[in-house]
């Protein structure tokens, strides 16, 4: 599709977010800037089919994302994941996304390199790239390791700058970087497990919320003697 009566692209970034922290804010942020997106829609997962549901509540997982983009303008808090029940699989989101936001609009799905390495596996991820372009952001002790079927998908559609990529409404991908923050979620899990503070890990907002059940629930998922 040629490039000039495209709208603005916009990201989408979705995670379990069991809790959202400053490296998935900090992701958000800096492909909303780097790329040019208009914004950048924050889905938390519903149940996840690739892993065990956290114990956390699902409404406390949305509350910390609303918590977390509500002071950055760009970033906006997408539910249909969590309202929709049952398995929560990113191709029906991205499909809906898709006819909302209409045939002329850039839609670039952002994933870590641990999600890209896993990315073979998602449901109709073949199909992805006839909705939209990908985006694979590094993520420090996660080295990029794609499946070779999915190396075979890309042959061919790289793009190295982000006018590129506003140029088309889908069928793309690009590598991006960006200041490495070494936060996962598990380590924060761990880290109230074992009695510890988060502070600085994630929004302060977020930090600010956690009742003692959340914090039971967030440890329930992990031993603290793996931090
Ligand atoms: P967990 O430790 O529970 O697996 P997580 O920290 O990996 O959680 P998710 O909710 O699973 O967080 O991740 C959502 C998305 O954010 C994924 O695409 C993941 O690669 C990316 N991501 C998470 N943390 C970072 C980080 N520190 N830097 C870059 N990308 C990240």
Redesign the pocket.
């Known amino acids: 599709m040629p490039g000039p009566e495209l709208k603005a692209p916009i990201g989408i970034?979705?995670?379990?977010?069991?809790p959202?922290?400053n490296?998935?804010l900090?992701?958000a942020i800096e492909l909303r800037e780097q790329l040019g997106l208009e914004r950048v829609l924050v889905l938390p997962?519903g149940s996840p089919p690739h892993r065990a549901a956290p114990s956390v509540p699902t409404a406390r997982r949305v509350e910390w994302t609303r918590l977390a983009v509500c002071s950055e303008p760009g970033l906006e808090i997408d539910t249909r994941e969590t309202a929709r029940g049952g398995p929560s699989y990113s191709y029906d989101s991205v499909a809906a996304l898709r006819r909302e936001l209409g045939a002329d609009r850039p839609l670039c799905l952002?994933?870590?390199?641990?999600?890209a390495n896993q990315f073979h596996t998602w449901h109709r991820w073949r199909e992805m790239l006839d909705l939209a372009h990908l985006i694979f952001?590094?993520?420090?002790y996660?080295p990029p390791s794609p499946s070779p079927d999915l190396v075979a998908l890309l042959r061919g559609r790289r793009v190295s700058d982000a006018k590129a990529l506003a140029q088309a409404a889908h069928g793309c991908w690009m590598a991006c970087s960006?200041p490495?923050?070494?936060?996962?979620?598990?380590?924060i899990?761990r880290l109230l497990a074992a009695g510890r503070s988060i502070r600085g890990l994630v929004p302060d907002a977020v930090a600010d919320s956690l009742s003692v059940a959340d914090i039971d629930a967030l440890s329930r998922d992990e031993d603290p003697a793996y931090d």
């Open positions: 970034f979705g995670g379990t977010f069991a959202i922290h490296g998935h900090r992701l997962a952002l994933l870590g390199d641990d999600a952001v590094e993520r420090p996660e960006i490495p923050l070494a936060i996962s979620s598990t380590r899990r």
